[in-house]
Nanobody, 121 residues
Framework: VQLQASGGGLVQPGGSLRLSCTAS????????VGWFRQAPGKEREGVSC????????HYADSVKGRFTISRDNGKNTVYLQMNSLKPEDTAVYYC???????????????WGQGTLVTVSS
């Protein structure tokens, strides 16, 4: 049972990246999936989440209009499309699964290992 986050890298301000969260050993369909991030010296914060069934989504105010979460159940993968990236988006991004749709880390009990996003010129 494993979650693998990937797609991070170095991008210039204003650029885009797409993060992927792929599950192995279980089916993502039954779970809400959240993306969280933690910048150096800062607390972890919720970025976005998507429900297991009806596609409801939530976004942190800081990323609304720039980030889009989606899921492809056929590929057992959830994506986070990040556009108009800013230096303050620099962080390690984690995906996690849970039963409830919320941007609260304690609601999620299975975490991937994280992928680093660096936004810098």
């Amino acid at each position: 049972v494993q979650l693998q986050a990937s797609g991070g890298g170095l991008v210039q301000p204003g650029g885009s990246l797409r993060l992927s969260c792929t599950a192995s050993g279980f089916t993502l369909d039954y779970y809400a999936v959240g993306w969280f991030r933690q910048a150096p010296g800062k607390e972890r914060e919720g970025v976005s989440c998507i429900s297991s069934s009806d596609g409801r989504t939530h976004y942190a105010d800081s990323v609304k209009g720039r980030f889009t979460i989606s899921r492809d159940n056929g590929k057992n993968t959830v994506y986070l499309q990040m556009n108009s990236l800013k230096p303050e988006d620099t962080a390690v991004y984690y995906c996690a699964t849970g039963r409830l749709l919320a941007l609260i880390g304690s609601f999620y009990n299975n975490w991937g290992q994280g992928t680093l996003v660096t936004v810098s010129s």
